[in-house]
């Protein structure tokens, strides 16, 4: 018998696994190789306290599993269908020791710990009998714990899962990890919101997990249960109660489980291992790639090209070092010098003003030690200051070459001021004015008044001899003042003398220190340029032997380099092999395709309304408009435009719109579209509130993402002056950006409708009407073109009928007339040229872009919303028995609807309503889908990039964007938008074409 194919790539895997040494991934492989057939094994997981065990208890209808207080088996307990209840001990050596059922507990509990593998339960129960095992695991904790390592260990053998989490909370950051490693190694996932009979808030909480859950990108269902109900429901046979439980849905979604085709579900099994697996391998590596390239993945070529800059850069920083050091010593010299001269001048208009008001005799024993301290002082705070500035330079040189090198600095020789030589100031030579000296000095100054006054009393009519008392009275007074005046000039020279004196002592101190501070500079300044050169030198030496390894060791990395590439494109050729060999659609679990699982809910609706004509004719016609082309509404108030747009748009026969069918504002009995473009005159807040698309459902709200808004007579602003396009499209690029309410629209577009349509359709003779109006002078032409009566007043220059242009004015508006005759003067000299630039300054042509990337792009997705929200409207207005099981299917629908969440977040980006913004914002939308939903335009690469290629360049978003998704210092809505691109590119790679 041939081996299927799965198998054959399932083994390629598994020994590039063991190659590449991840035992752990060749294991979880080989287990699901060799998993038995005709099992469906079903395990159950979830975190402490979350009612674990209580849910299987109540599934079963039988106390299998610990609850409460009892101690929790720290191995998975498989329990599978037997006729009678029994146990079995699995040890590590597969040794099998039964044990009875109600020794369970005790038996575990005496074994010591790790010597078991797992636990064997058999209960006779029907949901068993078809070969169903559900795998009670040990609580998931601490990621290095025994007990976590066993529950994740049963994902290598589980076809679908259960995640357990109570409804007393949201789930938390390690339970959406925990669901996001689950969904990476099983395709089918459910969340049961256990605990709600004791929660009152538990719908809120349920939808607060559908919502992170989808955020995350995790395709999960969530069933609110209450084993508890479900307990009491089994003891009284209330079948309502039961219903209430949740359970009902829950056993369904087991059954559907159960039912899968064996052969088909272990390819589905085994593609998602190998893809998985193959994710890990190709990750690692990439990271024996970028260790190998030494520098974060850097090639050699970059590698020296960064070598050269660093060369470059150390250039730079010689001319920038050597130049700041000879300006700072430069400067440091002179402020130096200038800070001891202007310390010293103080000093000496002190000494000038000691000796101006006092006399040298009596203060220069006191003035003398003052002086040397002064001195004394300003040479040591000018050292200082020098010190601290040669240091201060010293840094700054350093900071040239970076900041690791501004500590290793050279000791500079600034060992002291050398104030403790200074000598003492000499005491100047001070004449004293002695007592004989006094004396002479008055004999001198009385005889001249003795004399005087002797000579004019001796006069005959006075006849006083020539010594009398009047002439020894004023030789007495003359003899005092001689004496005081002698006294005076010779302070005064005493003083002169002094000053002398200490001002020489000042400026020999100034010009010895002055010397020795322009010494210790210059010494500075050598030390810190050999220092400096040497580091440079030894950073050259440095950069060269860097360069010399480069070169030396690329040819050994490039060969390493290239084996680890060639291994790489390997693997992803086996992860699209694996793709190839399943339905893709269910690998991808719904990420970009839709279409098949509306159809299955069609399907089953029209088996549950049969008997109901009405209800299965709807039904009907919503699986056939799955197949045909999307339909777009036009839709606005009276005189928005409607008509004229979409005419506009119908007669532009491209393949962007080809699948387009365009609807003019159908009525509720009438066609119901799948988009709608809605046509508003104003941008004013009653018609903006007016155009915004109904409520309806809870999913028609959480997927309104299939509205454009147009300004439809966007000619019409700013009162038709030739700007006012421009105008307009500043006016909607500025309200989708800021106004709330356009918030619900994939983009506001300022259209001139009228305009497009003349444009789109312009005949010949009306542009030889056109050309024939621009060929008047524009000063003859210019007051007849201001408005509809001046252009039709019969006094129009030239033999044009007023009838005929009455029709361009209807057929183009004033505004279209004004710009066409302006176009025609400035180039557009036929018809095709006129036509075109009429029509892409009307900005039909940004309206038909948008309708391709946000309507024709996703024309399946929008389908399939139109005929869920037709759906959930019979089940609400008609429910029926079993229909509760339906609406849960829909529920799981709406959950998993990625494409709407995409549109969502590429009108929020454009919009400027979300923190991305610059390359991350362009490289989001393109990943999502803005510019084409094939892989390769996802992806930024050539239309015919090979497999590897898509899938390495996948693998490197995937991994940026989930780094981006789980940054701390991120805010909310940035991390939910990662969050959204994460699901994505992880659905892209699990499409993988």
Excluded at 527 to 535: C, E, K, P, Q, S
Aim: with cysteine.
């Amino acid at each position: 018998m041939t081996a299927p194919a799965w198998l054959e790539v399932l083994n390629e895997t598994l020994d590039a696994c063991r190659t590449h040494g991840r035992a752990d991934l060749a294991e979880r492989l080989r287990r699901r190789r060799d998993a038995p057939p005709g099992q469906t094994r079903l395990g159950v997981l979830g975190f402490p306290k979350q009612g674990k065990g209580y849910l299987l208890n109540a599934v079963l209808n039988a106390p299998v599993c610990a609850v409460g207080d009892a101690p929790t088996p720290a191995v998975p307990t498989e329990i599978g269908y037997a006729a009678e209840p029994a146990a079995t001990l699995v040890g590590r050596s597969r040794e099998r020791i039964p044990v009875a059922v109600d020794r369970l507990s005790g038996e575990l509990g005496a074994r010591p710990a790790g010597t078991l593998s797992r636990v064997e339960v058999g209960v006779p129960r029907e949901l068993l009998s078809a070969g169903l095992v559900l795998i009670d695991t040990p609580p998931v904790g601490d990621p290095r714990a025994p007990r976590t390592a066993a529950a994740l260990d049963v994902l290598a053998e589980a076809d679908a899962v259960i995640l357990v989490s109570d409804a007393t909370a949201p789930l938390s950051a390690a339970e959406l990890a925990l669901a996001r490693h689950v969904r990476t190694w099983c395709p089918h996932v459910l969340l049961a919101l256990t605990k709600i009979d004791a929660s009152p808030g538990w719908r809120a909480v349920a939808e607060r997990n559908r919502a992170m859950l989808a955020e995350a990108g995790i395709d999960a269902p969530v069933l609110p249960v209450s084993a508890v109900v479900r307990q009491a429901a089994a003891k009284s046979g209330d079948a309502e109660l039961n219903a209430r439980s949740g359970f009902p849905e829950l056993l369904a979604w087991i059954a559907e489980q159960a039912a899968r085709p064996p052969e088909q579900s272990r390819a589905l099994l085994a593609a998602v291992g190998v893809r998985a697996a193959a994710a890990e391998l190709v990750e690692s590596l990439r990271d024996r790639i970028e260790a190998a390239g030494q520098d974060a993945g850097l090639g050699q070529a970059a590698l020296l090209q960064r070598a050269q800059r660093r060369a470059d850069d150390l250039r730079r920083q010689n001319t920038r070092w050597q130049n700041l050091l000879a300006d700072e010593i430069a400067d440091l010299m002179a402020d130096v010098e200038y800070d001891l001269r202007e310390r010293t001048r103080k000093i000496v208009n002190t000494i000038d003003q000691t000796f101006d008001e006092g006399d040298p005799a009596k203060v220069w024993d006191e003035f003398a030690p003052w002086l040397d301290g002064a001195l004394a002082d300003a040479v040591e705070t000018n050292y200082s200051w020098l010190t601290e500035r040669a240091q201060w330079t010293a840094q700054a040189v350093a900071a040239c070459f970076g900041a690791q090198y501004d500590r290793a600095l050279p000791d500079l020789p600034l060992d002291g001021s050398g104030v403790d030589s200074l000598d003492d100031v000499r005491r100047p030579k001070i004449e004293k004015f002695k007592i004989g000296q006094q004396a002479f000095t008055g004999l001198r100054g009385s005889y001249g008044g003795v004399l005087m006054f002797g000579l004019v009393t001796s006069l005959p009519w006075l006849g006083l001899p020539l010594i009398n008392p009047v002439s020894i009275s004023a030789g007495a007074a003359f003899a005092v003042k001689t004496i005081r005046d002698e006294g005076g000039m010779r302070l005064q020279r005493r003083q002169a003398v002094a000053k002398q004196a200490a001002q020489r002592h000042v400026d020999d101190v100034f010009l010895r220190f002055s010397k020795e501070s322009r010494d210790a500079i210059r010494v500075v300044q050598r030390r810190l340029r050999d220092h400096f050169t040497g580091l440079a030198e030894d950073l050259a030496d440095e950069l060269t032997r860097e360069r010399e390894t480069i070169l030396a060791g690329s040819a050994e990395r490039e060969r390493r380099t290239g084996h680890i590439r060639k291994e790489i494109d390997r693997l992803a050729g086996l992860h699209q092999r694996a793709g190839e060999r399943h339905d893709r659609r269910t690998a991808a679990a719904g990420a970009f395709g839709v279409t098949q699982d509306v159809r299955d809910l069609l399907h089953a609706a029209a088996g549950l309304y049969r008997d109901d004509p009405r209800a299965s004719a709807m039904l009907h016609d919503c699986l056939n408009r799955l197949e045909q082309p999307l339909r777009v509404a036009f839709a606005g108030a009276p005189s928005s435009g409607k008509t004229t747009l979409a005419a506009a748009l119908g007669e532009w026969p491209t393949r962007a719109l080809r699948d387009l069918v365009l609807l003019d504002d159908p009525g509720p009995a009438d066609e119901v579209p799948d988009a709608t473009v809605r046509l508003v005159r104003h941008l004013e807040p009653d018609e903006l509130a007016a155009a915004h698309p109904p409520g309806g459902s809870a999913f028609a709200r959480q997927s309104a993402v299939n509205s454009v808004l147009v300004l439809s007579r966007a000619d019409e602003v700013g009162a038709g002056r030739i700007d006012a396009l421009l105008t307009a499209k500043q006016l909607a690029r500025r309200a989708w950006r800021e106004d709330p309410l356009c918030t619900g629209f994939l983009g506001v577009i300022a259209v001139a409708g009228q305009l497009a349509y003349g444009g789109r359709s312009l005949r010949d003779d009306e542009f030889d009407l056109l050309a024939a109006f621009a060929a008047v002078p524009r000063e003859e032409l210019e007051r007849h073109v201001l408005s509809v009566d001046s252009f039709t007043d019969p006094a129009f220059p030239g033999p044009i009928p007023v009838e005929t242009r009455r029709s361009l004015v209807v057929r183009f508006g004033m505004f279209g007339v004004r710009l066409a005759l302006t176009l025609i003067r400035t180039g557009c000299d036929d018809r095709l040229k006129l036509s075109a630039e009429l029509v892409r300054r009307s900005g039909l042509g940004e309206l038909r872009d948008t309708l391709a990337g946000c309507f024709v792009a996703r024309a399946d997705a929008l389908k399939a919303r139109t005929a869920i929200i037709r759906l959930e409207a019979l089940l609400a207005a008609q429910p029926r028995p079993g229909g509760d099981r339906l609406v849960s299917r829909v529920e799981r629908f709406a959950a998993a609807a990625h494409d709407f969440r995409e549109l969502r977040l590429i009108a929020d980006i454009r919009g400027g309503r979300t923190a991305l913004s610059g390359e991350p914002a362009e490289e989001a939308v393109r990943l999502l889908g803005a510019e084409g939903t094939a892989p390769a335009d996802r992806l930024g690469l050539e239309p015919d990039a090979d497999a590897g290629e898509i899938y390495e360049a996948g693998l490197d978003a995937l991994r940026r964007w989930r780094h981006e998704a789980e940054r701390p210092d991120k805010p909310h809505a940035e991390r939910t938008a990662a969050h959204v691109v994460v699901r994505s590119t992880e659905g892209l790679l699990a499409l993988f074409a």
